[in-house]
């Protein structure tokens, strides 16, 4: 059986939700198996009225049955409730492959629910594979694609049943496809009720941590890792005056900004803005590169995005072999022409 | 107050050839996980905040030459270090539950440890969900993502970077935190504490002393390099006539 956990937050699944449940679809239609969806929401979760709702968006992605647990003390960053309560549902259902968002709690939550229960364990699968040559005597088990070595290598595993494993966040994206059998709203969305909690078998039971503040971010771009178009700068930007007119681009380009590590260490960008190995790992439609020569510490934070423009005066910039469109120029130069383009009137198509 | 930062020793490389479906590491150097450096410093920083009432322990395990990352810690300024022998933890085939039951084991054997740091993740296997899992097995809390840290006991309260802002969130001793780099910038090992490394005596622990064996529950099948773009199309001219032909085809392919 293929198992997913989900998050029903704001009356609604997030999109980290969504994925999860993309992810899952892909491993049961190799698998050959339905896809079970244990929705979780953080207190009593949603009303009868909702549910209709809960089960048509379940129903179109193809999943069969549901079951809707509450977590009480389930939050953003405290998973520990989660756990608990999810250790109970995973015990009482038969053996099989779970499959759980990419999300930093998620990740966690995984952690933690495999070690309790002792199941296998794969972070940051990006594709199930078929069966395929060297898993021959190997017994019940799925396999996971991972990227390893920063994406520079993918590694093809097997693991075996009961497991869990979290998918990267980004890698399973799109519509589900639709199945013509598949009538719509006909998902029953069980409230499972029962006993409340497997706590952990350590010597000492972990509390939750206590969430004292949350501050976000200056809202001048979205979040990184929402962004569909992300304008980057390096070392060639110069200095800290460079990423203002780069921030102007950004906006223009209605995106969000980047920084390599040589502008954050240099004191230019903040390290919130770093992309790559040591930063953050981004999948934006568009990604344009400027004044980054194109180490591979940088790559491996943006491999996944669709298409990649490198800017740089100098032709033999790493970059340059890693891109879908390169320009050799003066970034400043090029960073005013695009200004100027782009607030020119042009005629759609 | 003991500290206990975890170790991993990794092949010096983010972008290793291939040979016959397999990473070629022949000839890498080895080093410690970059990552991991970042825990290290925040461990000393403690110390040198708390004075000497904190002990500041190494822990890795892996192949027997994983004591020279212990000995890169001990020259940065931590107190002991402890090596457990464990070279199957060394392979791509590695389960990551019983990664974690091991150091986990290592933690509890040292006895008295009340916080243990590590690194977010490791430079090769780089899937991040190892720090969680060692906290399970110990039935500790955990905190990913550290950007800052305050050891005030019996808490700790730490600074959590996320994608779009910052939280401060606190949790009891024992803990486990995960670190990022933007926590510290780690410092170079002076020449005194690398002589002092040099001569330390490191303990080595078997691993099946700790914990027993695995149930082989993961195999790598192979490694195969991620599909590559095709060849970038460049664009030439004066920066005008790059910008509106760059305008156009990301207008064209529906990008921008």
Redesign the interface.
């Known amino acids: 059986m293929v198992y997913v956990a989900v998050d029903y937050v704001d009356h609604g699944l997030p999109v980290w939700s969504l994925e999860a449940l993309l992810g899952a679809l892909r491993l049961s239609a190799i698998a050959g198996k339905d896809v079970a969806a244990v929705v979780v929401s953080p207190g009593p979760g949603p009303g009868p009225d909702e549910l209709g709702a809960l089960s048509a968006s379940l129903s179109a992605y193809g999943i069969k049955s549901a079951n809707l647990v509450a977590a009480e003390g389930y939050a953003p960053?405290v998973v520990?409730p989660l756990v608990d309560r999810l250790a109970t549902v995973v015990r009482g259902l038969p053996p099989g492959a779970w499959v759980v968002p990419g999300t930093?709690d998620w990740?966690?939550a995984?952690?933690?629910l495999?070690?309790?229960l002792?199941?296998?364990?794969?972070?940051?699968v990006v594709e199930f594979a078929h069966p395929?040559?060297?898993?021959g005597d190997?017994g019940p088990?799925i396999?996971v694609v991972?990227?390893?070595?920063?994406?520079?290598?993918?590694?093809?595993?097997?693991?075996?049943i009961p497991?869990i494993v979290?998918v990267r966040a980004k890698a399973f994206t799109g519509e589900p496809e639709k199945k013509a059998s598949t009538s719509p709203g006909s998902v029953a969305v069980q409230v499972a009720s029962g006993p409340a909690s497997v706590r952990?078998?350590?010597?000492?039971?972990?509390?939750?941590?206590?969430?004292?503040?949350?501050?976000?971010?200056r809202q001048d771009f979205?979040?990184?890792?929402?962004a569909a178009?992300i304008v980057s700068g390096g070392r060639g930007l110069g200095g800290p005056a460079g990423f203002e007119l780069l921030a102007e681009l950004a906006r223009a380009?209605g995106g969000s900004m980047g920084a390599s590590r040589a502008a954050v260490d240099a004191g230019w960008a903040p390290?919130?803005r770093?992309v790559g190995?040591?930063?953050?790992s981004v999948s934006p439609?568009?990604y344009l590169a400027l004044g980054i020569s194109g180490a591979?510490?940088h790559l491996?934070g943006m491999?996944g995005a669709?298409?990649?423009?490198?800017v740089n005066r100098n032709p033999e910039a790493p970059f340059?072999?890693?891109?879908?469109?390169?320009?050799?120029?003066?970034w400043r130069?090029?960073t005013?022409?695009?200004l100027?383009?782009?607030a020119a009137p042009?005629s759609?198509g | 107050m003991k500290i206990v930062v975890l170790l991993k020793q990794v092949p010096d490389?983010?972008?290793?050839r291939?040979r016959e479906g397999r990473?070629d590491l022949s000839g890498v150097p080895r080093i410690v996980n970059?990552?991991d450096l970042y825990a290290v410093e925040e461990a000393i920083r403690i110390k040198e905040r708390l004075g000497p009432a904190v002990e500041t322990v190494a822990v890795t395990a892996g192949r027997p030459d994983a004591e020279a990352a212990l000995r890169e810690a001990l020259a940065m300024g931590i107190d002991q270090a402890l090596c457990i022998d464990a070279g199957e933890l060394d392979e791509?085939d590695t389960?990551?539950?019983f990664a974690?039951?091991a150091l986990g084991a290592a933690v509890r054997w040292l006895d008295g440890a009340e916080l243990v740091l590590c690194g977010q993740k490791s430079?090769?296997?780089?899937?991040?969900?190892?720090?969680?899992?060692i906290?399970?097995?110990?039935?500790?809390?955990?905190?990913?993502?550290v950007?800052k840290l305050d050891l005030s006991p019996p808490n700790v309260?730490a600074t959590?970077?996320?994608?779009?802002?910052?939280?401060?969130?606190?949790?009891?001793l024992?803990a486990v935190l995960a670190v990022?780099?933007?926590i510290n910038e780690p410092r170079i090992a002076p020449l005194r504490g690398m002589m002092k490394a040099r001569r330390a005596q490191i303990p080595h622990l078997g691993l099946s002393e700790i914990c027993p064996g695995p149930?082989?529950?993961?195999?790598?099948?192979?490694?195969?390099?991620?599909p590559a773009?095709?060849a970038?199309?460049?664009?030439e001219g004066?920066?005008?006539q790059?910008?509106?032909a760059?305008?156009a085809?990301?207008?064209k392919?529906r990008?921008?």
């Open positions: 960053m520990e930093v990740r966690t995984a952690a933690r495999a070690v309790r002792d199941l296998s364990l794969a972070g940051e395929g040559e060297g898993a190997l088990g396999e991972r990227p390893v070595y920063g994406g520079n290598l993918m590694s093809r595993e097997w693991i075996r497991c979290s952990g078998a350590g010597p000492e039971q972990a509390a939750p941590p206590r969430v004292l503040e949350v501050e976000q971010e979205p979040p990184l890792e929402d178009v380009m390290y919130e770093q190995q040591s930063g953050r439609r568009l591979a510490q491996a491999r669709r298409a990649v423009v490198a340059f072999a890693r891109c879908t469109y390169g320009v050799v120029a003066d130069e090029f005013e022409a695009m100027a383009e782009l042009h759609a | 490389t983010i972008e290793p291939l990473p970059p990552f791509p389960d990551v539950v974690a039951r430079l090769d296997q780089q899937s991040g969900i190892l720090p969680a899992a906290a399970e097995v110990l039935g500790w809390g955990f905190i990913p993502d950007g309260r959590r970077l996320l994608p779009n802002g910052r939280a401060v969130l606190e949790t009891s024992p990022l780099k933007a149930p082989r529950r993961r195999t790598v099948l192979e490694f195969h390099a991620p773009r095709p970038a199309m460049i664009l004066t920066a005008e790059q910008a509106r760059l305008v085809e990301l207008r392919g990008l921008l």
